[in-house]
């Protein structure tokens, strides 16, 4: 029995991912959950025969996934199954075009040669420059805290210093791409990446040009049983390696004691632990947790990434022509930045988010049905009327794939579940309902994000989306690796 005991507050991607670390560091690890279930902003509806992933879409990186399950002893095939997929994304533009993204790079360059006014040879160069990106600045970014100074002591480190022109850093990223392409379809293909960072391509630098090497050169995978599936295997491996596991149960306050960490309040009782870690929005950690120790105010104002709108939606239809994953782009996509960033708003052309879950998984609809999770990218909660922005955009949605797919959409839908950043914060904890946390259209963002440790509190940590290295679900199972590996120097020194 481990006479270590650690304390995660939160059972998101990156909770899941540290319980299951330090209780291989023979720590006794218990969870606590405000909600009934696991998984965070990853979770799952279910609504008159139909089954609806409600959060991330994409699987990449499986990687981070597989490493868990190595770790500790057990066969994911046990917990987890996933297959690659040929066919990354459909894009539909508003000017009729179709591009099929296809996983096979060559298969992309040729399709994209015949799509766009561009050479493949000229895609080979871009997503050559884009690993080239994330090789020099991966394991400074994303893999090791940004704010120990032995991160920087080394060869990694330096060799990423020496190259620091060729990053693209004092570059916007839509500048960046719009000097290499002179057909704007592409450049807008390649813009989309900023969102998956909850970012402006207008804004964020150019070094964010590394973010489809991640998808093109690692692939996208479809979990079979649908992207709930993967939090369903990390909560039964940590069940499996004796989490304990507290849902419906939400902390009320961090105990500090002499600076430092000793224990939680939960529901009146105080639970002691040795190490804390919230897997909870840093902003509501401070304000409702902390309520007592000094916030570092200027990482809590740094502005938020932006948020979703999302209509789950059963379609009594099916529609050969979407795979799993589909892009309806907007005409004006400057414009609609400029509303989520500058005016917080909803254009009235938003590029609409389809994803339709793929035929072989009878079980999340009825036959001859569809379930379909459309999002739009919308700002932050900063008290807009979301109930007028909701009816306004949905008609435009409505309109725009009707248009596009040549039917009557709202004829189809059967039911409907709407997630706006209102329900997105109350559900999750996220601060205004942001997707990621803060957001990077800063050039120094990765170093504005608050820390995977408190510097003022002992035996504080933090992981998820709203911390070091970001929100998605690769980077939350780094999160829950730097975490780990931080508790352990510490706990070892």
């Known amino acids: 029995m481990s006479n270590k005991k650690a304390i995660i507050i939160g059972s998101g991607i ?59 002893k057990k066969s994911i ?43 493949r040879d000229q895609i ?8 080239q990106k994330y090789d020099l600045t991966s394991t400074l970014f994303l893999e090791k805290s940004l704010h120990k100074l032995s991160t920087y002591l080394s060869l990694d480190t330096i060799k990423a210093i020496i190259r620091i022109n060729s990053l693209g850093i004092d570059k916007k990223l839509h500048s960046y791409n719009d000097e290499i392409f002179k057909d704007a379809r ?16 207008y804004v964020t630098p150019g070094i964010m040009s590394m973010i489809p090497h991640l998808e093109q050169y690692y692939g996208t995978f479809f979990p079979k049983g649908g992207m709930y599936s993967i939090t369903k295997a990390l909560y039964q491996l940590a069940v499996d390696l004796d989490v304990k596991f507290h849902f419906e149960s939400e902390v009320d306050q961090i105990v500090v004691t002499n600076k430092k960490a000793t224990a939680v309040v939960v529901d009146g009782f105080i639970r ?22 000094q916030a570092p105010k200027k990482t809590l104002k740094q502005p938020r990434s932006s948020s979703a709108l999302i209509f789950y939606w059963g379609i009594k239809k099916e529609f050969p022509e979407l795979d799993l994953h589909n892009i309806f782009f907007s005409k004006d996509y400057k414009k609609e930045f400029e509303y989520i960033f500058e005016k917080k708003e909803v254009s009235n052309d938003p590029t609409v988010y389809i ?139």
């Open 186 to 201: 592409l450049v807008q293909f390649f813009d989309r990446f900023a969102t998956y960072n909850g970012s402006s391509p």
């Open 272 to 293: 002691e632990a040795d190490v804390i870690i919230s897997n909870m929005d840093v902003v509501p950690t401070y304000r409702k947790l902390l309520p007592n120790e």
């Open 14 to 72: 990156a909770g899941l991912a540290s319980a299951i670390r330090l209780s291989g560091q023979n720590f006794s690890v218990e969870v606590y959950e405000t909600n009934s279930y696991p998984g965070g902003k990853l979770a799952e509806i279910h609504k008159e025969g139909y089954r609806f992933d409600c959060g991330p879409s994409l699987f990449t990186m499986p990687q981070f996934l597989e490493e868990l399950f190595a770790i500790s």
């Open 355 to 493: 994803n339709i879950t793929a035929k072989n998984e009878p079980n999340d609809s009825p036959e001859g049905s569809e379930n379909w999770f459309v999002m739009i990218n919308v700002p932050s909660n900063e008290g807009q009327d979301w109930k007028e922005i909701i009816q306004r955009s949905r008609k435009n949605i409505l309109d725009k794939l009707s248009k596009l797919l040549k039917v009557n959409i709202e004829e189809l839908i059967e039911i409907e579940e709407i997630l706006d950043p209102i329900s997105i914060e109350s559900k999750t904890q996220s601060y205004q309902g942001a997707l990621y946390g803060s957001s990077s259209n800063n050039k120094y963002a990765a170093f504005l994000r608050h820390p995977n440790f408190s510097k003022n509190i002992k035996n504080l940590y933090f992981c998820g989306g709203s911390v070091h290295p970001g929100g998605g679900i690769p980077l939350c199972l780094l999160s829950g690796k730097i975490v780990s590996e931080l508790i352990e120097k510490d706990f070892n020194d």
């Open 77 to 119: 095939s046990n917990y987890f199954e996933y297959s690659k997929k040929e066919i990354v994304c459909n894009y539909f533009y508003e000017d009729g075009t179709r591009f099929t993204a296809l996983a096979d790079i060559k298969k992309f360059a040729e399709e994209a040669e015949k799509k766009f006014e561009v050479e």
């Open 124 to 131: 080979f160069k871009y997503f050559k420059s884009s690993k």
